[in-house]
């Protein structure tokens, strides 16, 4: 498959679809440097990834079950088992944290971007290695407790949860809209280019 023809047909599998085999070793290590190969202005690397495979998924979902609870005292304990299992539904979690770094320079907007672009990689890198995945957030995307609790520092945010495996069946298409729905032009009188 060539590159365009690899762009065009990436879809997200949804992660509870995910399965057995995912990404391990080698391959894994090439999705990951594939990744971080993205526009970075200044070279500041704002970003870090934390890769949950095997008993870690189980790990980080009991800490996340054990701050829903916090968060929710009377929730069933069906919701809380859904917490704790939320890891566990694709062979692999990569989470892509940005970090931003102080600058004078590089406004921190550029940096977050380049923290979404390492989400993408890891999809588009996947895609390419016959694997599928999901880019997901959810409340604990945003809990600063619970992120602390895997070692994220306080500044630390997170970009998503990208959830790597092997797809039960083929993605279904969704609509997408056309191109002219969303290409902008100069108003009128503005920038004519035919005029030269």
Known sequence: MDALELLSQRRSSRAAELTEP?????????????????????KLGPWRLLVLQGADRAWA????????????PDASDALVTLEAERFLRAPVVVAVVHRPILSEKIPAWEQQLSAGAV??????????????????????AYDGPFLEALGFAPEDRLAGWIYLGTPER????????ALEEVLLTLPKGKGDSGSR
């Open 170 to 177: 083929e993605p279904t298409p969704r609509a997408r809209p």
């Open 22 to 42: 995912g990404p391990e070793g080698a391959v894994l290590q090439r999705i990951l440097e594939v990744a971080i190969r993205v526009p970075d202005h200044g």
């Open 119 to 140: 989400c993408q990689n890891l999809l588009l890198a996947a895609h390419a290695l016959g694997f599928a995945g999901q880019w997901l957030t959810g409340w604990s």
């Open 61 to 72: 979902g009991a800490r996340l079950a054990d701050r829903f609870r916090a968060l929710n």
